[in-house]
T-cell receptor, first 112, second 107 residues
Framework: DVKVTQSSRYLVKRTGEKVFLECVQDMDHENMFWYRQDPGLGLRLIYFSYDVKMKEKGDIPEGYSVSREKKERFSLILESASTNQTSMYLC???????????FGPGTRLTVL | KNEVEQSPQNLTAQEGEFITINCSYSVGISALHWLQQHPGGGIVSLFMLSSGKKKHGRLIATINIQEKHSSLHITASHPRDSAVYICAVSLPNDMRFGAGTRLTVKP
């Protein structure tokens, strides 16, 4: 069975803190994605990676960075968290472009 | 203007009713996806379509490529169908998502 896991379901951080969100997939997928989901805006792509050590900016990369040192793991980093980064963060993976994406359970991040 | 538009935004139905959620898109796509998100839960893929129609249980998805339109139908709706339904389209290098339709089915 396909599985994408995320390190935390809920996270509360303070403004200015460095935040790490981890995502792991066990399907040997090439592509991995980080999205944020906000009410009324749908999912917006932050970054994606199509191979180890490769990354591409999505629609809203500002304030975020990513790391993919191993094929199964894709990390999202908030260098200095701000209140406008309070959101639901979802990780996904797939084998190739246009293929079905498999989503993790999401991390609800609150920045105070 | 969003490249993927869904309607309605919110939908309340009585158990047993036939439900339709619509999706229109404005870009060339390689596939269209319907996703389901339960409260507090992750997202699961219901369908991936590039033409015609697909059926899975009480769910039916159709797509009209010429009109750039897709519909998701739920027959004999049930309270457990209550969720957010999201339309997404595959572009060459990424996906674009609609804002979602929140469906509530009352017993």
């Amino acid at each position: 069975d396909v599985k994408v896991t995320q390190s935390s379901r809920y996270l509360v951080k303070r403004t200015g803190e460095k935040v790490f969100l981890e995502c792991v997939q066990d399907m040997d997928h090439e592509n991995m994605f980080w999205y944020r989901q906000d009410p009324g805006l749908g999912l917006r792509l932050i970054y994606f990676s199509y191979d180890v050590k490769m990354k591409e900016k999505g629609d809203i990369p500002e304030g975020y960075s990513v790391s993919r040192e191993k094929k199964e793991r894709f990390s999202l980093i908030l260098e200095s968290a701000s209140t406008n980064q309070t959101s639901m963060y979802l990780c996904a993976s797939n084998r190739f472009s246009a293929d079905t994406q498999y989503f993790g359970p999401g991390t609800r991040l609150t920045v105070l | 203007k969003n490249e993927v538009e869904q309607s309605p935004q919110n939908l309340t139905a009585q158990e047993g009713e036939f439900i339709t959620i619509n999706c229109s898109y404005s870009v060339g796509i390689s596939a269209l996806h319907w996703l389901q998100q339960h409260p507090g839960g992750g997202i699961v893929s219901l369908f991936m379509l590039s033409s015609g129609k697909k059926k899975h249980g009480r769910l039916i998805a159709t797509i009209n490529i010429q009109e750039k339109h897709s519909s998701l139908h739920i027959t004999a709706s049930h309270p457990r169908d209550s969720a957010v339904y999201i339309c997404a389209v595959s572009l060459p290098n990424d996906m674009r998502f609609g804002a979602g339709t929140r469906l509530t089915v009352k017993p």
